[in-house]
């Protein structure tokens, strides 16, 4: 009997580690953000928040901008944007970096010419990893064993943000205000199967746990289009409360009970990812220009990246406020715990 219980046990940590969807990590052995001002890549203690490494993004000074952790919580990747923003990127990247968790170091760099700019990143439950080129207009597909890259996908729009589905099926592309669609890809053809009509063009995407939706970030007005991932159509919109302008990026909480939204203004606005349409709370003064979040293992907290003020910022998800904020870099863009 004993026997029996403990197989199943097992059976269910081993589903639960596999149905875990790669792109929203979560943990308590590290915390790790990109600087993208300060183009470092820098460690902290989760329990503390005070650094504990840093070591430059690229060794000629180029900026990194976007990171995924692999399933194994092993490995970070890092994409080298360059020494500029979308739009304004004179020097643009070619390469994403490989970086060892456990020994806080930059190990390797997975050169992806002639791809230029790369941006979002992906992890699949295998370890593949998926990157957005927005100057050379492809999503990548990247072997990690052999750190090379083994597709290249046209996907007509200036792709910068990416969600790929928890199973790995397809990648929807946030081709910003190029293109009035979200790009869709079938991973197992490599090819570009369909367009997502999001008139105003898009910012943050990102996809739900259960794969069932994809949420996009108006650039324009302060609307979420929820996409239905079976029939690659728009089903809903839901708008922000407390704004007028477009939205910047969107994120699924670690445990998938909530949504957030980031605004460069410094509000970010948490809502159930069971219904979007519920009341939604409201922090305000949050920092200054949002960028990414990490979510804690007791899903109790986030962090949020103020780009624009060189800290962070730890917010109470259940009260909706705001309860530190420590120094961190010169303008952190992505972080995660792992």
Same mark, same amino acid.
């Given at each position: 009997?004993?026997?029996?219980?403990?197989?199943?046990?097992?059976?269910?940590?081993?589903?639960?580690?596999?149905?875990?969807?790669?792109?929203?990590?979560?943990?308590?052995?590290?915390?790790?953000?990109?600087?993208?001002?300060?183009?470092?890549?820098?460690?902290?203690?989760?329990?503390?928040?005070?650094?504990?490494?840093?070591?430059?993004?690229?060794?000629?000074?180029?900026?990194?901008?976007?990171?995924?952790?692999?399933?194994?919580?092993?490995?970070?990747?890092?994409?080298?944007?360059?020494?500029?923003?979308?739009?304004?990127?004179?020097?643009?990247?070619?390469?994403?970096?490989?970086?060892?968790?456990?020994?806080?170091?930059?190990?390797?760099?997975?050169?992806?010419?002639?791809?230029?700019?790369?941006?979002?990143?992906?992890?699949?439950?295998?370890?593949?990893?998926?990157?957005?080129?927005?100057?050379?207009?492809?999503?990548?597909?990247?072997?990690?064993?052999?750190?090379?890259?083994?597709?290249?996908?046209?996907?007509?729009?200036?792709?910068?943000?990416?969600?790929?589905?928890?199973?790995?099926?397809?990648?929807?592309?946030?081709?910003?205000?190029?293109?009035?669609?979200?790009? +869709?890809v079938d991973v197992k053809s490599r090819k570009m199967i369909a367009r997502v009509p999001v008139p105003h063009g898009v910012q943050g995407i990102a996809a739900s746990p259960d794969g069932k939706r994809v949420l996009v970030a108006d650039d324009s007005e302060p609307i979420l289009h929820v996409i239905d991932t079976a029939t690659d159509k728009v089903v809903d919109a839901v708008r922000v409360t407390g704004v007028t302008s477009g939205l910047y990026k969107v994120f699924f909480s670690a445990d998938g009970t909530r949504v957030l939204t980031a605004l460069p203004s410094g509000q970010v606005n948490i809502f159930s990812a069971r219904d979007l349409h519920a009341p939604q709370r409201?922090?305000?003064?949050?920092?200054?220009?949002?960028?990414?979040?990490?979510?804690?293992?007791?899903?109790?907290?986030?962090? +949020?990246?103020?780009?624009?003020?060189?800290?962070?910022?730890?917010?109470?998800?259940?009260?909706?406020?705001?309860?530190?904020?420590?120094?961190?870099?010169?303008?952190?863009?992505?972080?995660?715990?792992?």
């Open positions: 009997m004993k026997t029996l219980f403990a197989t199943l046990v097992l059976s269910g940590l081993l589903a639960s580690t596999v149905n875990a969807d790669p792109n929203s990590p979560t943990g308590g052995s590290g915390l790790i953000m990109v600087d993208k001002v300060g183009g470092q890549i820098r460690f902290f203690d989760p329990g503390t928040d005070k650094e504990l490494a840093s070591f430059a993004a690229d060794p000629e000074g180029l900026k990194a901008h976007e990171l995924a952790i692999s399933p194994d919580h092993k490995t970070a990747y890092v994409t080298v944007y360059g020494d500029g923003v979308y739009g304004r990127n004179p020097h643009p990247g070619h390469s994403v970096g490989v970086v060892d968790l456990a020994a806080r170091k930059m190990i390797a760099s997975v050169d992806i010419s002639p791809h230029q700019a790369p941006h979002g990143i992906q992890v699949d439950s295998a370890g593949n990893v998926y990157v957005a080129c927005d100057l050379s207009r492809k999503v990548l597909i990247i072997d990690p064993r052999k750190r090379s890259v083994v597709a290249a996908i046209d996907v007509e729009g200036t792709g910068h943000w990416i969600a790929l589905l928890p199973d790995a099926s397809r990648i929807y592309v946030a081709n910003k205000n190029d293109k009035p669609f979200v790009s +869709v409201v922090v305000q003064s949050a920092g200054t220009a949002l960028m990414g979040f990490a979510f804690s293992a007791d899903g109790k907290t986030a962090l +949020v990246g103020n780009h624009g003020q060189g800290t962070v910022s730890r917010i109470d998800l259940e009260t909706a406020t705001v309860v530190s904020t420590f120094p961190a870099g010169k303008g952190v863009e992505t972080l995660a715990y792992f």
